[in-house]
């Protein structure tokens, strides 16, 4: 079974910076796109960042220019880099992997991390 962790939340003050990253364990083969999402009380999930694995990157208008997704493909790993938080970028962070467990199989499956908490507040 993959599982995904993120690691890095916690609390920061507004103009501050965090960094997150997403680890995979179990067995994989290939993996698609990757992703960090959202959510925040009371709100939908929401997109903030892709990759594919040629490393073309897609952002949420919100956070273009404040946020940098990274993966390292050998390893599997994913980061968000994330500049200039403001109370708003609160919310759990959720890494997403779209990824093919054995060369034997054919499907693609979504996994999702526990999520980690940010936390953006003076």
């Known amino acids: 079974q993959v599982q995904l962790v993120e690691s890095g939340g916690g609390l920061v003050q507004p103009g501050g910076s965090l960094r997150l990253s997403c680890a995979a364990s179990?067995?994989?083969?290939?993996?698609?796109?990757m992703g960090w999402y959202r959510q925040a009380p009371g709100k939908q999930r929401e997109l903030v960042a892709t990759i594919t694995t040629g490393g073309s990157t897609n952002y949420a208008d919100l956070v273009k220019g404040r946020f940098a997704i990274a993966r390292d493909n050998a390893k599997n790993t994913m980061e968000l880099q994330m500049n200039s938080l403001k109370p708003e970028d609160t919310a759990v962070y959720y890494c997403?992997?779209?990824?093919?467990?054995?060369?034997?199989?054919?499907?693609?499956?979504?996994?999702w991390g526990q999520g980690t908490q940010v936390t953006v507040s003076s």
């Open positions: 997403y992997y779209n990824a093919r467990r054995s060369s034997s199989s054919p499907f693609w499956y979504d996994y």
């Open positions: 179990g067995s994989i083969f290939s993996i698609n796109v």
